[in-house]
């Protein structure tokens, strides 16, 4: 027989996964000694306050204080700036699902458009997702993109269907989405609502074919 071994893999695996999130906490805390010591080197010049506003402003938004990310807004005008991590401060905050800001970023020229680098998410993609339905129109109204793919080709209308709600989905299918767009995989939302038994949702897909 052979001698039982000792599973070392997991151990090893988590161990790097640590490490990694250990290195990108260090690469965020040195990005921000980076922007503060830029902020210093600039003095009080207006190109300094203006930097310090967006940095402020980013807080704001991930922190959702509405009021202090509208008194940075008016400082830096900065509605499209992206936090260290080349997210947009409209995608931070539709992963809130934060309306009242959205709204107002989205007045003050936020791009709809404007994607996460890393992901390819946008903010219709985000709030899709996560079911909100007044955020998805106040979307649709700025003129977003309703099928643009994320990094595996997934499109608002499949992320929609993914959460099975119905509600964003209709108002989706109501705009113009496609939902004979495939992902990357070939797939399209008709597909994941079979492979996913969702027949609520292939109902709704039907009846707007």
Same mark, same amino acid.
């Given at each position: ?11 090893l695996?988590w161990?790097?996964r640590?490490d990694?999130? $250990?290195?990108k ?9 980076? !922007? ?5 080197m ?13 940095? %402020?402003?980013i807080?704001?938004? %991930?922190? #959702?204080?509405? +009021? %202090?990310?509208?008194? #940075?807004?008016?400082k ?8 260290v ?11 809130n699902?934060?309306s $009242?800001i959205? %709204?107002?970023?989205?007045?003050m020229g ?14 219709l993609?985000?709030l ?6 007044n955020?998805?129109q106040m ?7 309703l ?5 595996t080709g #997934?499109t608002a209308l499949?992320l929609?269907? !993914?959460?099975?709600?119905?509600r964003?989905v209709?108002?989706?299918l109501?705009a113009g ?6 992902d990357? #995989? +070939?797939?399209?939302v008709?597909?994941?609502?079979r492979?996913?038994?969702y027949?609520d949702?292939?109902?709704l !897909?039907?009846s707007?074919?």
């Amino acid at each position: 027989m052979h001698e039982m071994r000792p599973n070392r893999i997991a151990p090893l695996l988590w161990a790097r996964r640590a490490d990694a999130v $250990k290195m990108k906490r260090v690469q965020k805390r040195a990005m921000g000694l980076c !922007l503060f010591m830029l902020a210093a080197m600039l003095g009080s010049t207006p190109a300094a306050a203006q930097f310090s506003a967006a940095y %402020e402003l980013i807080k704001a938004v %991930e922190e #959702q204080d509405y +009021g %202090e990310m509208r008194t #940075q807004m008016l400082k830096c005008r900065c509605p499209n700036v992206r936090n260290v991590d080349d997210v947009p401060v409209l995608v931070m905050a539709a992963r809130n699902s934060d309306s $009242k800001i959205i %709204e107002y970023l989205l007045e003050m020229g936020a791009n709809p458009d404007a994607t996460d680098r890393n992901t390819r998410s946008t903010a219709l993609m985000e709030l899709a997702r996560r079911g909100d339905l007044n955020g998805v129109q106040m979307l649709i109204k700025k003129g977003a993109d309703l099928n643009a793919g994320n990094n595996t080709g #997934q499109t608002a209308l499949m992320l929609a269907a !993914l959460s099975r709600n119905g509600r964003v989905v209709s108002a989706l299918l109501e705009a113009g989405a496609d939902p004979d767009m495939p992902d990357y #995989q +070939g797939q399209t939302v008709f597909d994941i609502a079979r492979n996913n038994r969702y027949r609520d949702i292939e109902r709704l !897909l039907e009846s707007a074919g």
